[in-house]
C-alpha cells in the first residue's frame, strides 16, 4: 500500500507540474501579446504638486472634468461674493452678455474703445466686444482677430454690485480666481487686472494676473502704489496659455499672492495697494505694432470666482 500511494503522489505531481507549465506558457504569450486582463495594479505615491491630465469626460460645460470644477462657498478668511460657469446657455458672437448673463457681467467698454496700445497708436486696436465675445458650450469665448486694420479684444468685467453702477465689482482686498486658456496667438495678450477705483495711476497702483503674451508664458505683477512712476515686481509662472490653467490672486493689507494651480508662485509685499480696485478681464494687443493681420483665434474662459475678505 505505501509504495501504491507513493506511485499515485508521484503521478498527481507531474500532473500539477505539467498543468502550471501549460500555465505558465500561456501567460507568457498573452503578455507578449499585449491581451492581459485583469492585471491588478498598484497606485504609487502622487506629487501633490503635479496636476492631473485633464479628462474628457463632460466636455462642453463649465464644470467638466476637462477644465476643472468651480469653487463654491466660503474659504478660511474668505466670504464668497460671485461664481460663474457660464452655465446659463449660449451666446451668439455680438449678444453678449445678453438676457442670461446681463447680471453677472457687464462688456465694460463699447466698441471702438483704444485699447491700451490703442490709445498710442490712434485706435488701431481697440475693445469689441461686439465681434469678440460669445458664451459656447459653457465658455466664455473671446475670438481675437484684426478687421480693416484694426486688432479687436474685450475687457468684460463681473458685477458684484450692480445696483452701484461702474466700476460694478469694487472691493478692497479680495481673493480672485479664473479659469483659462488660450491659442497661441502672438502679438495678442492679457492684462486681468485689479485697477484703481480712483483711476490715478501709478500712485494708486494695479496688480495683475494673469498677463503675458498669448504665445508665450505668463505672469503676476504688481505696480507698486505711492509712486508717481511706474514701479512694478513680477512673478513668472513659466506656465503657458495653451493648456488649461487655473489663476489666483490674494490681496490683502499689505500682501499680494499669486498661484499657478493651487500652488504659490510668488509674494509681493513692497507698495501694495490699499485703496478699492475692480476687477477687469483686459484682453488687447500688444504695444508694439503687433499682431499680425492674420493673427486670429480663440482663448476661453470657464468660470471666474471671487471672495471678499473676511
Not at 21 to 39: P, Y
Not at 85 to 90: A, Y
Request: a neutral charge; one cysteine or more; hydrophobic letters at 35%.
Amino acid at each position: 500500500m505505501r509504495t501504491e500511494q507513493r506511485r499515485n503522489k508521484k503521478a498527481v505531481g507531474a500532473v500539477l507540474r505539467a498543468n502550471m507549465m501549460i500555465v505558465l506558457v500561456a501567460a507568457l504569450s498573452l503578455a507578449a501579446s499585449g491581451c492581459v486582463a485583469d492585471v491588478p495594479t498598484i497606485a504609487g505615491p502622487t506629487d501633490p504638486h503635479k496636476t492631473a491630465a485633464p479628462s474628457t469626460a463632460g466636455a462642453g460645460t463649465g464644470q467638466s472634468a476637462a477644465t476643472g470644477q468651480m469653487p463654491v462657498g466660503d474659504l478660511p478668511g474668505w466670504r464668497r461674493v460671485f461664481g460663474e460657469d457660464f452655465s446659463e446657455g449660449d451666446v451668439p458672437l455680438g449678444g453678449f452678455p445678453g438676457p442670461a448673463y446681463s447680471a453677472k457681467w457687464s462688456v465694460n467698454y463699447a466698441d471702438g474703445t483704444p485699447d491700451t496700445a490703442g490709445q498710442q497708436s490712434g485706435g488701431r486696436s481697440g475693445y469689441y466686444p461686439s465681434k469678440v465675445l460669445s458664451v459656447k458650450d459653457g465658455m466664455l469665448d473671446m475670438y481675437l482677430h484684426t478687421e480693416k486694420g484694426v486688432s479687436m479684444g474685450a475687457a468684460p468685467a463681473p458685477k458684484l454690485q450692480p445696483a452701484n453702477g461702474r466700476p460694478y465689482d469694487s472691493l478692497l482686498y479680495g481673493r480672485y480666481s479664473v479659469r483659462f486658456r488660450s491659442e497661441a496667438l502672438q502679438g495678442f495678450k492679457t492684462a486681468w487686472l485689479l485697477w484703481p477705483d480712483s483711476g490715478v495711476w501709478p500712485r494708486d497702483g494695479e496688480i495683475d494676473y494673469p498677463e503675458g503674451d498669448l504665445s508665450k508664458s505668463f505672469y503676476g505683477a504688481v505696480h507698486q502704489a505711492g509712486s508717481d512712476k511706474n514701479i512694478f515686481h513680477e512673478n513668472q509662472s513659466g506656465a503657458r496659455f495653451t493648456a488649461w490653467h487655473t489663476a489666483t490672486t490674494e490681496w490683502t493689507p499689505g500682501r499680494v499672492e499669486f498661484f499657478l494651480d493651487g500652488v504659490s508662485i510668488g509674494v509681493n509685499a513692497v507698495g501694495i495697494p490699499d485703496k478699492p480696485m475692480h476687477y477687469i478681464l483686459q484682453t488687447e494687443s500688444c504695444l508694439t505694432g503687433c499682431p499680425a493681420p492674420a493673427t486670429a483665434g480663440h482663448l476661453q474662459v470657464a468660470w471666474v470666482a471671487i471672495w471678499a475678505k473676511g
